[in-house]
């Protein structure tokens, strides 16, 4: 049971750059989330899918897109790169239809903007 | 917006200390609420979370937490720190969507 996965794990863009980061689920979760996480600011939360086909800006949304491609894809999206997006990028997953509701955690894509 | 405030940035404790890490919350609807733990290195780990019941709940590793409503608090204690609990702890709400404090880094000297 793979969990969240995560790609890629690092990266490095040049600023203006864009790219996706990608996530998915096996656990048949209905809401997904991506957070990023920055020294001294805990983690943000950027987007969140609460079902698939929708999608919902969270706390800082400025600079990314999100496309929640299926009930186990959610992806995240730089169209232009800046170095104030470099960050630790989480992606989540969790069913809160359960009453055991906590979120699964993917293990993070360190991204670095030039 | 429900907002999640963690008032102590870096705690340093030597073993065997108490812990208190404080946490309040802004929301006034029902809400979930959890601590994360952050091990240098790896991602969060649930450590404990509130649904309803009891205020005082227990999780792993001998930490517990007390639901305060008429604060909105939600602060994690452990009667006895050890080395090993040197990591970054978040506290998290849990309404429409998840929202995390900004952490607190604790250093435990052995």
């Known amino acids: 049971n793979a969990g969240v996965t995560q790609t890629p794990k690092f990266q490095v863009l040049k600023t203006g750059q864009s790219m996706t980061l990608q996530c998915a689920q096996d656990?048949?979760?209905?809401?997904m989330y991506w957070y990023r996480q920055d020294p001294g600011m805990g983690l943000r939360l950027i987007y969140y899918s609460a079902s698939e086909g929708t999608t919902d800006k969270g706390e800082v949304p400025n600079g990314y897109n999100v496309s929640r491609l299926n009930k186990r894809e959610f992806s995240l999206r730089l169209e232009s790169a800046a170095p104030s997006q470099t960050s630790v990028y989480f992606c989540?997953?969790?069913?809160?239809?359960?009453?055991?509701?906590?979120?699964?955690f993917g293990s993070g894509t360190q991204l670095s903007v030039l | 917006a429900q907002s999640v405030s963690q008032h102590n940035h870096h705690v340093i404790l030597s073993e065997a200390a108490s812990l208190e890490l404080g946490c309040n919350y802004s929301y006034g609807g029902t809400v979930n609420l959890f601590w994360y733990v952050q091990y240098p290195g790896q991602h969060l780990q649930l450590l404990l979370k509130?649904?309803?019941?009891?205020?005082l709940v227990k999780g792993i590793k001998g930490f517990e937490a007390e639901f305060i409503k008429s604060k909105f608090s939600f602060n994690l204690r452990k009667p006895s720190v050890q080395w090993s609990d040197t990591a970054e702890y978040f506290c998290a709400v849990y309404n429409n969507d998840m929202r995390f404090g900004a952490g607190t880094r604790l250093t435990v000297k052995p």
């Open positions: 656990m048949n979760h209905n809401s």
């Open positions: 989540a997953s969790s069913d809160p239809l359960r009453v055991n509701e906590k979120l699964f």
């Open positions: 509130y649904f309803s019941g009891d205020p």
